[in-house]
């Protein structure tokens, strides 16, 4: 069955649900993007290191 259409009230409680999982965020996700990068650019050793960098944080 169909769900109908989310009440403005609803649809602001998930703004707010989001709202906090942002802020709950840490600041290690560019660190994992930039090592995505470098593995993608074939800068392995790069990459490894900014990996064992992270991993205690994790």
Known sequence: MAKGRPS???LEQLRRQLDRCWQDDCDID???LRARQLRRWGRWRQARSLE???LPLV
Do not use: T
Request: charged residues 20%.
């Open 30 to 32: 560019h660190l994992i």
């Open 52 to 54: 064992q960098e992270v």
């Open 8 to 10: 403005p009230e609803s």
